[in-house]
């Protein structure tokens, strides 16, 4: 009988550490990340089923949009306004992009990649901090969609003695030019209109103007363009739209009170073709309904010098 307990002591002593050496192998490699933002730059963000990842940017979240709400989950709190949570709710492999936006205007472009729970050691980003270098404003020497800032370019008092101006470029000149004097709408709650384009080497400027038509404050998000149109697939229609890389942008604010408006311009490089059913669309949203922007169709080819609208 005590050969038997000797027996069986001796077996749960060599199991006991095999086991806790077996479950320490299977703890995730966990990292936390400094990353300097580059708006060119897509960050890959690893996540796993049971843990969670946290992403911190510099500024106070607008909205969080996810690519694959099936298989991710992301959530935001007022309480910590910097802090955005992303979870993979699929045991199986995934991956899916995310989109930050700040209050600023600046965006944060995610790639979430999840390995289920086939693989033990892969690593997982328990934090990201989003930092900068020197900025968060965005420099020329990188253009994107986002713009560091807004800048009033409204005409001035002339019973003022403003200081000597700086030479305008020709984006800027374009929008005190041609500011909308009789624009033709376009949505409801927030008001779109497109002015005249102009176009030199493949480059195009699109003056327009937003309006507030609601009982409420409103952010507007920074402006976009995209090619969208229809394909056929077998028997049925799909619609698709691509972006079309913005270079720069001015408008003279983007919160806007009850009944208040904006102008500004949009410059980007125009594709050199498209097909008969695309059209080239100018695409502004609010802050609250990222998902729903109001979309103003652009002339393709900008009209000549002298020519009409």
Same mark, same amino acid.
């Given at each position: 009988?005590?050969?038997?307990?000797?027996?069986?002591?001796?077996?749960?002593?060599?199991?006991?550490?095999?086991?806790?050496?077996?479950?320490?192998?299977?703890?995730?490699?966990?990292?936390?990340?400094?990353?300097?933002?580059?708006?060119e730059?897509?960050?890959?963000?690893?996540?796993?089923?049971?843990?969670?990842?946290?992403?911190?940017?510099?500024?106070?979240?607008?909205?969080?949009?996810?690519?694959?709400?099936?298989?991710?989950?992301?959530?935001?709190?007022?309480?910590?306004?910097?802090?955005?949570?992303?979870?993979?709710?699929s045991?199986?492999?995934?991956?899916?992009?995310?989109?930050?936006?700040?209050?600023?205007?600046?965006?944060?472009?995610?790639?979430?990649?999840?390995?289920?729970?086939?693989?033990?050691?892969?690593?997982?980003?328990?934090?990201?901090?989003?930092?900068?270098?020197?900025?968060?404003?965005?420099?020329?020497?990188?253009?994107?969609?986002?713009?560091?800032?807004?800048?009033?370019?409204?005409?001035?008092?002339?019973?003022?003695n403003?200081?000597?101006?700086?030479?305008?470029n020709?984006?800027?000149?374009?929008?005190?030019?041609?500011?909308?004097?009789?624009?033709?709408?376009?949505?409801?709650?927030?008001?779109? =209109?497109?002015?005249?384009?102009?176009?030199?080497?493949?480059?195009?400027?699109?003056?327009?103007?937003?309006?507030?038509?609601? =009982?409420?404050?409103?952010?507007?998000?920074?402006?976009?363009?995209?090619?969208?149109?229809?394909s056929?697939?077998?028997?049925?229609? =799909?619609i698709?739209?691509?972006?079309?890389?913005?270079?720069?942008?001015?408008?003279?604010?983007?919160?806007?009170?009850?009944?208040?408006?904006?102008?500004?311009?949009?410059?980007?490089?125009?594709?050199?073709?498209?097909?008969?059913?695309?059209?080239?669309?100018?695409?502004? =949203?609010?802050?609250e309904?990222?998902?729903?922007?109001?979309?103003?169709?652009?002339?393709?080819?900008?009209?000549?010098?002298?020519?009409?609208?």
């Amino acid at each position: 009988m005590n050969k038997c307990l000797s027996l069986v002591h001796l077996i749960t002593i060599c199991f006991v550490p095999f086991h806790i050496a077996s479950a320490q192998t299977e703890l995730p490699q966990a990292r936390i990340v400094n990353l300097n933002i580059d708006p060119e730059q897509v960050v890959v963000l690893h996540v796993r089923p049971g843990y969670v990842s946290s992403v911190r940017v510099l500024e106070e979240v607008s909205s969080v949009v996810l690519g694959d709400p099936g298989a991710f989950k992301a959530e935001h709190s007022e309480a910590e306004p910097q802090l955005v949570f992303f979870k993979a709710t699929s045991t199986k492999p995934a991956q899916t992009n995310a989109l930050i936006t700040t209050k600023g205007g600046h965006e944060v472009s995610l790639s979430l990649v999840s390995q289920g729970k086939s693989d033990h050691s892969e690593v997982i980003d328990y934090v990201l901090n989003c930092e900068r270098p020197h900025s968060f404003l965005i420099t020329s020497a990188h253009p994107s969609f986002v713009v560091g800032d807004t800048k009033n370019i409204a005409p001035e008092d002339p019973t003022s003695n403003p200081p000597p101006e700086k030479p305008a470029n020709q984006e800027q000149q374009l929008l005190k030019v041609q500011r909308l004097e009789n624009p033709h709408w376009e949505g409801k709650q927030l008001r779109v =209109a497109v002015g005249q384009t102009t176009e030199k080497e493949q480059q195009m400027a699109v003056p327009f103007a937003v309006l507030n038509a609601s =009982a409420r404050t409103m952010e507007v998000l920074p402006p976009q363009i995209q090619l969208a149109g229809t394909s056929r697939d077998k028997h049925r229609k =799909a619609i698709k739209a691509e972006p079309v890389a913005i270079k720069d942008y001015w408008m003279t604010t983007r919160r806007l009170a009850p009944g208040a408006r904006a102008d500004g311009v949009v410059v980007f490089e125009r594709p050199s073709f498209k097909e008969s059913s695309e059209r080239l669309l100018l695409a502004v =949203a609010q802050a609250e309904e990222v998902d729903r922007p109001v979309l103003v169709p652009i002339a393709f080819v900008a009209p000549v010098a002298g020519g009409a609208k």
